[in-house]
């Protein structure tokens, strides 16, 4: 899992993996105050049936929480 947080921003920000799929396991306003995905509480977290999308949004001053199985090397983007 990864977990990428945003500082302060004013406006979300589009994350997409190229060429590559992932589930959106949570997202949330603020830090991510926990050192896993696997600690924090189930109810910001969805392990069990998340969403399998190809982008997903960073939220302003927030986090997103990601899955991805990685089969070839990939490249982070921002959308713009």
């Known amino acids: 899992e990864i977990v990428l947080v945003t ?8 994350i997409y ?10 997202s949330g ?6 050192a896993s995905v696997a600690d924090a509480p189930a109810a910001l977290i969805n ?6 999308r190809d982008t997903t949004d960073l939220p302003a001053s927030g986090w997103v929480a ?3 199985v990685q089969t ?5 983007k921002q959308r713009h």
Do not use: D, E
Not at 7 to 14: I, K, M, N, R, S
Not at 29 to 34: D, H, I
Not at 47 to 52: C, I, R, S
């Open 47 to 52: 392990t069990v049936n998340p969403p399998y």
């Open 72 to 76: 070839l090397s990939i490249s982070l």
């Open 66 to 68: 990601i899955r991805y």
């Open 29 to 34: 306003n603020g830090s991510f105050p926990y």
């Open 7 to 14: 500082g302060v921003q004013t406006c979300a920000l589009p």
């Open 17 to 26: 993996l190229h060429g590559h799929k992932f589930w959106v396991l949570g």
